[in-house]
Every structure is written in C-alpha cells, then in structure tokens.
C-alpha cells in the first residue's frame, strides 16, 4: 500500500487510486478529474459521445461490443425492411430496436437487483403508459383534422415544440422516483439507468401510436420512398431523445443535495432546452421544406450534446459517490482482475458501482477495512475529486 498523491488515503500501489480514482501518475486537476478516462469505461474520454457506454452504463468492458452490434444489426435489419417496401414492418422494429436492447441490458446487469417486477413496472411499463395517453391527448390537440387543433403557424409550433415536449418531461419521471427513497437504489448512476429505461418506454408507445394509421391501413409492401429517414429518425433519434432526457431528469433529482453543484444545477434546463429545441429544430426546417436528412443530421447532434452532458454527469457522480463503499478484495467486472479496492479498481480505474450488480465477486472472508484515512500529502490539503470532476 502507498499513499495517493491526490486525496492522501492509503491505496494498492497501481495506476489509479481505490478511493478517489485520479490517477496516480498524473498531476493537479487533470489527474483527479481524469476525463481522457471515463470513470464507467475507462480508456474512453468523457467527451466522447458513445450511446452504448452512456446510456448501458453497467456493462463490463467486455460486453460493450454485444450491443454495439446489436444496435448496428438492428439497424441494419431496419434499412434492410425500408429498402425492401416493408414500411410496417420498419416502423414496428424501429419502436422496439432500442427499447428491446435496453430490456436486455438490465436483464444482463441486473441493475433492478431482486426486484424486477417492481423495477421495469415504474420505468418501462410505465413508460409505454404514458406514451399511450400523452400521445393520444397531443394527437387529438395537434392534429390537422382535430376540432381542437391549435392555430396554423406560431400557435402550432408553440403548442408541439415548446408545451408538448415540457408536458412529456415533467410526467415521464414521476413513476420513476417511487424508486429514489429505497437504499438499494441509491446511486446517481440508478437514476439514469431507471430514467432512460422510462423514457425509451414513452417513445416506444409514441411511435406506434403516431404511426397507428401507417400501420393499419398500409399495404405489406409499399413504395419507399421519401421513408429512409422518418423511419431512422423513429429508430435512433426519438428513443435516444426521450431516454437521455428523462435520464438527466432523475440522475439530477436523485439526490437533491447535489444540485448546489452547477454540473447538477443545469440539468433540468439541458433536459428540458434539449427536447424543445430537438422538437423546434424538426418542425421549423420542415416547415421550410429543407431535406430529411439535413433535419437527422441537426436533430442527432442535440441528442450527441445530451449524451455528452450525461457522460460528465455520471463522471461527476462516480467520483464522488465512490467515497461510500468500504475496501474489499473484489473481481473487478471491466479487467477481471481480482483486487483490493473501494470504490475505483486500481489496475484499471473503472468504478466499481458501474459494474453488473451480480458481477463483483467478494470471496469469503476476504473483507479487510483500512484503518483511518492518511492525512493530505505534503504541501497543503488537496481538492476532493468531485469538486475536479465538476468543473469538467
């Protein structure tokens, strides 16, 4: 054991600190914030805007190319549907493509620890429940033939883009947060994963019922054209939207005490700004006839702005969170190495909370607290690591 040179504690003398996760051979802020390592899949950078090791963020290392894959193939199957005329069928997999991957992942991860049905019921499920209704509403309000559509032009656009995507933030999440009070479920890293699972359900059930009369009433196979882009816009972008969304909802809300943090304070007006400017930027270009794919192409970079925002958020909260958990000998989910540590694995720096819950082996009797922490090295006290990471 040797002293960490950033926060003083007695750690293993490897590349990363158990307790505050800076790395060791680094020095000043950039070590302790460490944002070339991501703190959930280190090796990546903070501000690198992956979906799989954003939004899947239990997953070991080893398994992040799996749904990599499944994302790419699914993908692939829905070009494949749309070049071939099955434009129903490209609809009904593009609802499901991303929603189904993330079913999968908490199975694989376990993150709702023994209580599943209770977990997917308050997220998912309910989810899908208030995609049905709000869409319905919205639809019966917006929609062309509708008695009670809004005005043509300023009044529409207000209506869909501003009060519409405010309304579906504030009720996405209140199922969400039944889940905040119980101990198991204490981490900021649950409340993003419970968040996107709830918004991936809404925007599964928004899309078939916008597309309700798509499905019921077109052909099996059907002209193409002009589909391309709608249907990848349904298949990434709005469940991407919708879960990142709701996920910076309640990761900010998880733990209320933090929004004295600004990285914590400005996620409400991200999440909100991002889903209405998502919304505005769709309906504004369309309405002045410019191409689907120049409309994709502005609408995937708000949802790659919250996927960065996220990452610095679950960064910050890793670093900081990693201060509750005691020092054990664990297998470490992402290296598979067996190690002595806290809350950060010393050979490789990943958190030892982003891992699968059933994943992190503790052999029996193997549990060996520390004494009381080192003081700060010389040469005065040194900054936490999340006042580093929330200037990132």
Known sequence: MTQC???????????????????RLGTGTDARARRKDYAAHTGEHVSQPSVVTTLFPHLPRH?????????????????ALVGGGLIVAALLASAVLVPTLYLVYLYEAQVYRDEPAKVLGLTMAAGVVLGVVVTI??????????????????????????????????????????????????????GLTFGVAAGLGFAAAETIVQFSKVIATEPVHTSSANWLFPVLGVCILTPLLQGTCTGVI???????????????????????????????IAQILQDNNVNAATILFFQAAVVGGMLVYIRYLVHAALLDEAQDFGFQV???????????????????????????????????????????PAGPPSGGPVAGPASGAAGA
Not at 334 to 359: D, E, I, L, M, W
Request: charged residues 15%.
């Open 5 to 23: 040179e950033h926060c003083g504690r007695d750690t293993p003398d490897e590349p990363f600190c158990t307790w505050c996760g800076a790395h």
């Open 63 to 79: 398994r992040v190319h799996e749904f990599r894959w499944g994302l790419v193939g699914g993908l692939a199957v829905v070009v």
């Open 137 to 190: 509403i919205a639809d019966a309000i917006l929609n062309e033939s509708s008695p009670l559509r809004l005005s043509p032009g300023a009044g529409f656009i207000v209506g869909s883009c501003i009060v519409l995507p405010i309304i579906q933030e504030v009720l996405k999440p209140l199922p969400v947060m039944v889940l905040r009070g119980r101990g198991k479920f204490s981490e900021t890293i649950d």
């Open 250 to 280: 309640v990761a900010v809300l998880w733990k209320p005490g933090r929004l004295g943090n600004p990285l914590f304070l400005i996620g409400l007006p991200v999440a909100f700004g991002g889903h209405v400017l998502y919304s505005a």
């Open 330 to 372: 664990v297998t470490c989910p992402h290296c598979r190495q067996t190690v002595g540590a806290a809350g950060f694995c010393p050979k490789c720096g990943c958190a030892v909370s982003a891992g699968p819950r059933n994943a992190v082996a503790v052999p029996q009797g193997s549990v060996a607290p520390l004494g009381p």
